[in-house]
């Protein structure tokens, strides 16, 4: 009897294994479908005479992609670097002349997104990818700061010549990037490559994704930490990784985060890899229920680098959704009063920037109201340059260092400064409308350093 009823258990179970083999071949688990599954090894003759000959002339390279993933994963140069004989960015090395293959030195998300299509889609919709529309490329005013002030054109540098260039190619495009040009062998041309985050290349693509990822290793580990950021967010307009080197986030990382690990995989990566954030982290991690994103926008709330903040909105992204997330962030390691007392500070101190900038605006306008601006050189304007300096210097510095813990940048280099600029804005206002005149020495800074 025993027997009858195992005979009978094991029918039943096979039969009712094929049934569920056979609807898992359908909706709604398709991952419980076989499937087949293969692994290929090796490089293919193209791909290994790259290799070769650029161990030999450019070592440094190949030792340094040999380390990384991409070797491990068999991703070879042939693979990022070959294009189309009818690429726009089409050339040929030394090593491919007299064949029909054609390489770029130039790889740009375009590329990267074959493999990586989702941080691709993430990072174009994010103001990495618009760094070079606006304002470097489009921005009439930013042109002429580029070329005629900084490139001192106005003191008799040639125009469009490479002097009156160095300082775009040099400062503005290694972090905003520009628009690549080529010369007949479709090579860059004019200081216009390398350069930064957002770079418009030939082919129509945006953003160059080595700028965080850097080549030829391609680290993960290397794009967690806050140096990957400080290349361009630091200095005296938006010091992010002096502010971040000084908030307790900062200094728990310097006094211990080369033991943290580094190399988890995305979305795994959480607090007790680390104990505290990393630029990364905020922004950009996968943590607690939140994915990982390449859309840098998501995760805010105000827009702290213009002249007047407010919520974001359209293409800055949703700032309402924005704290949300970021609160989802904050919750992993702190309790919520932490958090919402520090999120509370944050639009106080935007208020008060906002009160100054209000002030400012006010102050203009009835100043050009009686023809009291030069408006032909505005940058020999003392009121309209320590307008500029109220907003893109010690303005920012305050609001930024207060969303970033960093007390001395909130303060001293910040609304301290706020208010100097702002009085010395207020002698001038009051001395033009007094005498109805522009003050003969218009040029001035602030008392305090910038």
Same mark, same amino acid.
């Given at each position: 009897?025993?027997?009858? @009823?195992?005979?009978?258990?094991?029918? *039943?179970?096979?039969?009712?294994?094929?049934?569920?083999?056979?609807?898992?071949?359908?909706?709604?688990?398709?991952?419980?479908? !076989?499937?087949?599954?293969?692994?290929?090894?090796?490089?293919?003759?193209?791909?290994?005479?790259?290799?070769?000959?650029?161990?030999?002339?450019?070592? #440094?390279?190949?030792?340094?992609?040999?380390?990384?993933?991409?070797?491990?994963?068999?991703?070879?140069?042939?693979?990022?670097?070959?294009?189309?004989?009818?690429?726009? @960015?089409?050339?040929?090395?030394?090593?491919?002349?007299?064949?029909?293959?054609?390489?770029?030195?130039?790889?740009?998300?375009?590329?990267?997104?074959?493999?990586?299509?989702?941080?691709?889609?993430?990072?174009?919709?994010? #103001?990495?990818?618009?760094?070079?529309? /606006?304002?470097?490329?489009?921005?009439?005013?930013?042109?002429?700061?580029?070329?005629?002030?900084?490139?001192?054109?106005?003191?008799?540098?040639?125009?469009?010549?490479?002097?009156?260039?160095? $300082?775009?190619?040099?400062?503005?495009?290694?972090?905003?990037?520009?628009? /690549?040009?080529?010369?007949?062998?479709?090579?860059?041309?004019?200081?216009?490559?390398?350069?930064?985050?957002?770079?418009?290349?030939?082919?129509?693509?945006?953003?160059?994704?080595?700028?965080?990822?850097?080549?030829?290793?391609? $680290?993960?580990?290397?794009?967690?930490? !806050?140096?990957?950021?400080?290349?361009?967010?630091?200095?005296?307009?938006?010091?992010?990784?002096?502010?971040?080197?000084?908030?307790?986030?900062?200094?728990?990382?310097?006094?211990?985060?080369?033991?943290?690990?580094?190399?988890?995989?995305?979305?795994?990566?959480?607090?007790?890899?680390?104990?505290?954030? *990393?630029?990364?982290?905020?922004?950009?991690?996968?943590? #607690?229920?939140?994915?990982?994103?390449?859309?840098?926008?998501?995760?805010?709330?105000?827009?702290?680098?213009?002249?007047?903040?407010?919520?974001?909105?359209?293409?800055?992204?949703?700032?309402?959704?924005?704290?949300?997330?970021?609160?989802?962030?904050?919750?992993?390691?702190?309790?919520?009063?932490?958090?919402?007392?520090?999120?509370?500070?944050?639009?106080?101190?935007?208020?008060?920037?906002?009160?100054?900038?209000?002030?400012?605006?006010? @102050?203009?306008?009835?100043?050009?109201?009686? #023809?009291?601006?030069?408006?032909?050189?505005?940058?020999?304007?003392?009121?309209?340059?320590?307008?500029?300096?109220?907003?893109?210097?010690?303005?920012?510095?305050?609001?930024?260092?207060?969303? @970033?813990?960093? !007390?001395?940048?909130?303060?001293?280099?910040?609304?301290?400064?706020?208010?100097?600029?702002?009085?010395?804005?207020?002698?001038?206002?009051?001395?033009?409308?007094?005498?109805?005149?522009?003050?003969?020495?218009?040029?001035?800074?602030?008392?305090? !350093?910038?």
């Amino acid at each position: 009897m025993l027997k009858q @009823m195992i005979k009978v258990m094991t029918v *039943t179970m096979l039969i009712a294994l094929s049934a569920a083999l056979a609807y898992a071949a359908t909706e709604p688990f398709p991952n419980l479908a !076989p499937k087949e599954l293969v692994v290929k090894r090796g490089f293919s003759k193209e791909a290994t005479n790259c290799i070769e000959c650029h161990a030999k002339k450019t070592p #440094g390279i190949v030792e340094n992609w040999k380390m990384g993933k991409m070797a491990h994963a068999t991703v070879s140069c042939y693979d990022c670097h070959i294009v189309e004989k009818n690429s726009p @960015m089409a050339s040929q090395c030394e090593g491919l002349k007299g064949t029909g293959l054609f390489i770029s030195p130039m790889v740009s998300s375009k590329t990267c997104s074959r493999c990586h299509p989702q941080e691709v889609d993430q990072f174009l919709k994010s #103001g990495h990818a618009r760094l070079s529309g /606006v304002p470097v490329i489009e921005s009439k005013k930013f042109i002429k700061l580029m070329y005629y002030y900084e490139g001192a054109e106005f003191i008799g540098v040639k125009a469009g010549s490479g002097t009156s260039m160095a $300082s775009r190619a040099s400062g503005c495009q290694m972090c905003h990037g520009t628009q /690549v040009e080529l010369g007949p062998d479709n090579k860059p041309i004019n200081n216009t490559w390398p350069g930064g985050v957002g770079t418009r290349y030939p082919d129509g693509s945006i953003g160059t994704c080595t700028v965080c990822h850097t080549r030829h290793m391609f $680290s993960i580990k290397e794009a967690r930490k !806050p140096e990957a950021c400080a290349s361009c967010h630091l200095g005296p307009d938006h010091p992010q990784a002096e502010i971040y080197e000084e908030s307790k986030h900062g200094q728990i990382f310097a006094a211990h985060g080369e033991d943290w690990k580094w190399d988890s995989a995305p979305d795994t990566w959480q607090p007790g890899d680390y104990d505290a954030p *990393t630029c990364a982290v905020c922004h950009m991690s996968g943590i #607690g229920e939140l994915s990982t994103s390449h859309n840098v926008n998501e995760r805010l709330k105000w827009d702290l680098m213009h002249k007047k903040s407010v919520i974001r909105s359209g293409e800055r992204g949703d700032g309402e959704k924005g704290d949300k997330l970021m609160r989802k962030v904050c919750v992993n390691c702190h309790g919520q009063t932490h958090t919402d007392v520090q999120r509370q500070l944050l639009d106080d101190a935007v208020a008060l920037y906002n009160t100054y900038w209000d002030g400012a605006v006010k @102050m203009k306008k009835e100043l050009a109201d009686k #023809g009291l601006l030069l408006t032909d050189d505005p940058w020999n304007d003392g009121f309209q340059e320590l307008m500029y300096y109220l907003w893109h210097h010690c303005g920012r510095r305050a609001r930024h260092g207060t969303a @970033m813990n960093g !007390p001395d940048y909130s303060h001293w280099h910040g609304f301290f400064q706020v208010f100097q600029v702002y009085k010395d804005m207020q002698k001038i206002h009051e001395y033009r409308l007094k005498n109805g005149k522009i003050e003969e020495l218009s040029h001035v800074m602030s008392t305090g !350093p910038l």
